[in-house]
Structures are given as C-alpha cells and as structure tokens.
Nanobody
Framework: VQLQASGGGLVQAGDSLRLSCLAS????????LGWFRQAPGKEREFVSA????????AYADSVKGRFTISRDNAKNTGYLEMNTLKPEDTAVYYC??????????????????WGQGTQVTVSS
C-alpha cells in the first residue's frame, strides 16, 4: 500500500488544518491508520491512531481535545483534523498504516506502510 499525506501548510497559532492520507489500495479499509510527527532535532512521535472501522481511536496527550482522527474507507482516505494549533505543533506529519487493523498502536515499529510526510508550520 502506498500512502500520500497532504494538507500541510503555514498557519498562525489558533488556526486549523485538515491533513489527508490517501491510500493506493482498497485493502487500506482493513488496516489501522496512524499519524506521527517529527519536529527538527526531535524524534518521531505518535500523534493519533484509528482502527480499521473507526471504532477505536487514540491520541497523544499533547493533542487530545484539539485533534480529531477519522477515516472514510470508501475513499481510501484518512484524516487528521487539527484545531487550535500551537507553535509546538510545527513538524512534518506522517501517516502510516498497519495490517492488524483492530488496534490503535502508538509505536512507529508497529506500522507497515508510511507516507512521505507533509509539513505543518505554526507561527506565533
């Protein structure tokens, strides 16, 4: 499965963005989806995850209440709605898919497929 993340950009603090993750195959509908981010000089960190049918979600504490993960399996697409953005949210955001599908893993090694990343920059 190939994943393509998009929707990043330069915004001001307090603004919103919606990231999309388009998968190349319909098998995506059976996979779990995760979003990770990596800021300059920092390790990649977990942001959010959703199970194959959307029944389970998970969020990092730093984004809980501000970000919402969702998916539309009919469109082979996952989303990350980001509200009330802060400068510390600045990073390259990656989407990833994992074949087990039923969980919401938060470790990058648990994911099988990765997108290329999209840059999100939040100015103060």
């Amino acid at each position: 499965v190939q994943l393509q993340a998009s929707g990043g950009g330069l915004v001001q603090a307090g603004d919103s963005l919606r990231l999309s993750c388009l998968a190349s195959e319909r098998t995506f509908s059976r996979y779990g989806l995760g979003w990770f981010r990596q800021a300059p000089g920092k390790e990649r960190e977990f942001v959010s995850a959703i199970s194959w049918n959307g029944g389970r979600t998970a969020y990092a504490d730093s984004v809980k209440g501000r970000f919402t993960i969702s998916r539309d399996n009919a469109k082979n697409t996952g989303y990350l709605e980001m509200n009330t953005l802060k400068p510390e949210d600045t990073a390259v955001y990656y989407c990833a898919a994992e074949r087990r599908g039923y969980g919401v893993p938060s470790y990058s090694y648990e994911y099988d497929y990765w997108g290329q990343g999209t840059q999100v920059t939040v100015s103060s």
